[in-house]
Nanobody, 120 residues
């Protein structure tokens, strides 16, 4: 079992910055792929950024050059640095952990979400 707790969301003006944190407990994150997703009410949850256990990253086209995902395995924490925020970045942001299974594949774990609101 992995428990994920997000923090760092809030209200910010257009062009501002926020840093989201995702603290994990119940398992070490060292071999777990992690990601940040976001969801608007009534819409599907979309990938924002992901980072593998080896540190490789990928981003949604809409956030490339503005957002940076990173991980500190010693602190068992994943971060999402969000710069030059836009109103369309407004959403609830969720941390995701893809925990490998012995039989293959993985199991998804989610945090409770942290809201981000960008005012115009």
């Amino acid at each position: 079992q992995v428990q994920l707790v997000e923090s760092g969301g809030g209200l910010v003006q257009t062009g501002g910055s926020l840093r989201l944190s995702c603290a994990a407990s119940g398992s070490r994150l060292g071999n777990i792929a992690m990601g940040w997703y976001r969801q608007d009410p009534g819409k599907q949850r979309d990938l924002v950024a992901a980072i593998t256990s080896g540190g490789s990253t990928n981003y949604a086209d809409s956030v490339k050059g503005r957002f940076t995902i990173s991980r500190d395995n010693a602190k068992n924490t994943v971060y999402l640095q969000m710069n030059n925020l836009k109103p369309e970045d407004t959403a609830v942001y969720y941390c995701n952990a893809k925990v490998p299974l012995w039989a293959g594949g993985h199991e998804d774990y989610w945090g409770q979400g942290t809201p981000v609101t960008v005012s115009s």
